[in-house]
C-alpha cells in the first residue's frame, strides 16, 4: 500500500503545483448525422491525409475521480482511462486541467498530460481510491492538419447488461468534432492557426470554445 499513497500524493502534488508539461488547446462542435458525410468530405479535401481514408476509431472511455482531503469538494481530481476495443493497443491514460476561456485567444486551453499504461490501470486506479464517474464509447475517425487533430465521433451509451461491443444506444443524433493541438506553453501562435482551419469548415459545423463550468458539465 505504500505505493499506492505515493502514488497517490504525486498525483495531488501534480495537480496542486500544476507541473503539466502540456497544453491543449481546444475548438468543439457538432453536426447532425444527416451532414456528417459532407463534412468528412471536406476534411478529406483539407487534412494531410487525402490520399487515403482518415484513421477509424472505436475505443472505449472511463472518467474515474479522486475525492482529496484539504482540496474543493467540487474539484476532484479526474483522469481518462481509454482503450481500443476489438484491436490490441495500449491503454491511454489523460490527465486534463480546468479549461481556461479567455476572450482574447480563440481557442480553450487546459493542461493535458498523456501516457500509455498496462490493461491493470483501471484496477491500480481503483486501490487508490479513484470511482468511476462515466463511461462510453466513441466511434468515428481522426484526421491530421500538420500538428492539429481533427476527430469526428460518435458517442455511444453502454448499456447495463450487455457485453461493450453490443452497446449500440447512440447518445444523441449527431456527431462530436474536435480540433485539437497539444503544444508546450508559450506557443500562442497555435490557437491563430486552429481559428483559420476552422473558419474553412464552415457552415458544415461551428467549432466553439465551450465552457464547460458555465454550462455546469465536466470537461
Do not use: W
Not at 19 to 45: C, T, W
Not at 79 to 97: E, H, I, N, S, T
Not at 162 to 172: G, L, R, T, W
Amino acid at each position: 500500500m505504500n505505493s499506492v499513497s505515493s502514488a497517490r500524493e504525486c498525483l495531488s502534488h501534480a495537480m496542486n503545483n500544476r507541473f503539466l508539461p502540456n497544453l491543449e488547446y481546444l475548438l468543439q462542435g457538432s453536426i447532425l448525422d444527416s451532414a456528417v458525410e459532407h463534412l468528412m468530405h471536406r476534411l478529406k479535401g483539407l487534412c494531410d491525409n487525402v490520399d487515403t481514408s482518415p484513421e477509424p476509431f472505436h475505443d472505449l472511455e472511463v472518467c474515474m475521480s479522486l475525492r482529496q482531503p484539504n482540496a474543493n469538494a467540487n474539484q476532484p481530481l479526474l483522469l481518462r482511462v481509454r482503450r481500443a476495443l476489438g484491436r490490441d493497443a495500449p491503454f491511454q491514460m489523460r490527465y486534463l486541467g480546468n479549461p481556461e476561456v479567455d476572450q482574447r485567444r480563440p481557442t480553450l486551453v487546459r493542461s493535458c498530460m498523456d501516457c500509455a499504461c498496462t490493461n491493470g490501470i483501471l484496477e491500480f486506479l481503483t486501490e487508490m481510491g479513484f470511482r468511476l464517474e462515466f463511461e462510453y464509447i466513441a466511434k468515428g475517425y481522426m484526421f491530421r492538419k500538420g500538428r492539429m487533430k481533427i476527430t469526428v465521433s460518435k458517442l455511444i451509451k453502454i448499456v447495463p447488461g450487455k457485453q461493450q461491443d453490443m452497446a449500440n444506444e447512440p447518445i444523441s443524433q449527431s456527431y462530436i468534432v474536435e480540433l485539437s493541438v497539444v503544444a508546450p506553453t508559450g506557443q500562442e501562435n497555435v490557437g491563430e492557426e486552429m481559428r483559420v482551419f476552422a473558419e474553412q469548415l464552415k457552415p458544415l459545423v461551428q467549432l466553439e470554445k465551450i465552457d464547460y463550468k458555465r454550462l455546469g458539465g465536466m470537461p
